[in-house]
């Protein structure tokens, strides 16, 4: 699969041998997988690699797996230990992709978490409303991504297949007008339905905090001044005193905590509330420094700043306000009021006074429906969340969300997706829908994209197994190969090491063999392999299909680099292993050219690898449609070719085969013994009779997805 790069520096293998011993284990549940009588124990591992990946643990029936008759593969027999590889994945929007919570702020994407209250939409009666969900499955990963600009500045990051809601319907960011893979997508014609780009909130600085105490406090005329008579004088006036009772405890949280900042504190008073039902909570400070302080704190700015602006409006609206579908902040003081309408203005908000009532209040109403309450909650952020209610309220909105652009970003980038009980979510003020990955290990009921890699089967009892699949008498000795499906050295090995119990088996029945892999982690087993190669034939190849830092990144960059993976050509050839390099899949556009194949070609005879074989790109089943999405983000100018390339099914053309092939010709390599297995029965026997008999060129792509 095609990912967002690790670290260049961080190489999967080096640091796997040593973290696990710290690690712990957890037992999660268990789950039932079709084939498999028992239910199988599901484990996740406290580690960076093992984020949002659940591992399987199986007891299979049988671990040597014949080969189907139908492929073009020359051997019979093969074993994979691990069913999925988590050297790969996909997924949909941008981590910093604000998303609408149910308390009506916004947060993250990346920093979502499962059982979050959010909103998502349902279509009732003509319109589709706004209504609360919940966060059911969070996961991550990475795919090459595209900017969608809409008319008022709004920007989304989304992967080519994630889909917007828009007034044409549910349409994808990118698509293709003809051809095999046509599908809705979105063009500047269309517009999306939502409120448009979510505000930035403030920074709660002490500006801020100073703001607030100010609107907060002036808001409810909560400070006033006592007189008290001097010992033998006249009346004097007093020190302010503060008291402040609110029936919503997190405006007055929010107080006591940003008086106790600036240096105010203050405690709570018992309130009578009489025929009240609704509990008033009271603070108060009494002393006369206590009182000078918070007169301080709440003086009119010369020259007020933004954070002091919202935090006066966030102070204002806690005290004063009423939410609902209306905005309204009321007050008699007209400076108040002129406060509230300036600071409004500032942040181009449109406002109406109105009044003053009989008693004397005026209110300062808000115009400009759910954008202008949902952009006024997020810019000043009041303490109070319940006075903004959009439950039930049709999505719709007089924004400016139609597209101006929709652009590739030429690079890869980590990605999120969610799965909500509504099927859908609110990213940065529009519809966004659920984004469902790849199609599956459908054999497990699994999807093919991100169950992939990221629902793991471990089939815990495999070296037992294989020896004892090994020893029946009607197993005839036959060659297997290692590594030609899922990667039996993908990271997670260095935990369970099934490997070496595999290569033991192998090593005491002398049965041949050879293994594939991305992964110097091989190396850890070098002195087994080496065991093996006294009594029967074994060999490696190690799979690098470019030395090419931008196409490795591109496509596959989740393993281990292929500096790393030469070093271990070269250790493993140095300790008597033969081992070739399989640059495999040779991609047409993407690794061909020969300036990117030709150092390879040095490195690996530099490396002294036995052989150098090369694969054109297979196109399989689901695999196609992976890999043709894929394309259409990181390279749309390659489409047409690959779609006539591989018109007529998996396989490349002939002639295009043929042109890879004669890439791989290099005077340091001897000829192409690519990458050599015994296929067969006949095969072994012919290399009895005659052990001049060369092996055949295999063509085995290691699993790409």
Known sequence: MFAHPLPPNRDICEHMFVRWDNLTIGEDEAARLPGYRDPAVVRRFDAPEALDVRFYEVHAKSALNRVPAASRMPFRWTINPYRGCSHACVYCMAGETPILMADRSHKPLAKLRVGDEIYGTELRGKYRRYVRTRV??????????????????????????????????????????????????????????????????PEHSGHYERGYLCGMIRGGDNLASHAYDRPGGSPQSGAPRFRLALVDGEALYRTQRFLLAHGVHTTSLPFDTGARTTPLHVIGAQSQSQGERIGELVA????????????????????????????????????????????????????????????????????????????FFHIVDPAIRRKLDIDDMAVKSSARTAVASIEPLGTAMRLYDITTGTGDFIANGVVSHNCFARPTHTYLDFDAGRDFEREIVVKVNAPEVVRTELARRSWKGEHVAMGTNTDPYQWVESRYKLMPGIWEAMRDARNPCSILTKSPLLLRDLELMREIAAVTDIHANLSIPTLDAKA????????????????????????????????APL???????????????????????????????????EVRQIYMDWLRSYRPDLVPLYEELYARGAYARPEERRRLAALLSHPGVPPPSRFRLRDSEESARNREADPTTPPKTVEVQTTLF
Do not use: Y
Request: a negative charge; hydrophobic letters at 45%; one cysteine or more.
């Open 136 to 201: 059911l499955a969070h996961w991550a990963s990475v795919k090459p991504a595209h900017r969608v600009t809409l008319e008022d500045g709004t920007e989304l990051i989304a992967s080519a297949n994630h889909q917007f809601l828009t007034d044409g319907g549910w349409l994808h960011v990118t698509g293709a007008e003809e051809g095999t893979r046509v599908q809705p997508h979105l063009t500047t014609a269309n517009s999306l339905l939502g409120t448009g780009g979510f505000a930035a909130g």
């Open 300 to 375: 009119w700015p010369l020259v007020p700043s933004d954070e002091w602006r919202k935090g006066f409006l966030a102070g204002i609206f806690d005290a004063e306000g009423s939410g609902g579908r209306v905005i309204r902040i009321s007050n008699a003081d007209e400076t108040v009021l002129h406060w509230i309408e300036t600071c409004m203005d500032a942040f181009g908000f449109r406002t109406v006074l109105e009044g003053p009532n009989a008693m004397g209040i005026s209110v300062v109403r808000l115009w400009g429906g759910l954008r202008e309450r949902l952009r």
């Open 552 to 583: 490795w990144r591109a496509t596959e960059p989740h393993t281990p680099h292929p500096k790393a993976r030469l070093e271990a050509v070269a250790e493993l050839n140095r300790a008597g292993i033969p081992t070739g390099v399989l640059v």
């Open 587 to 621: 991609m047409p556009g993407v690794n061909d050219a020969p300036e990117q194949v030709q150092p390879l070609l040095e490195a690996a005879a530099a490396a002294g690898a036995t052989g150098i074989g090369g694969i054109a790109l297979h196109l399989r089943g």
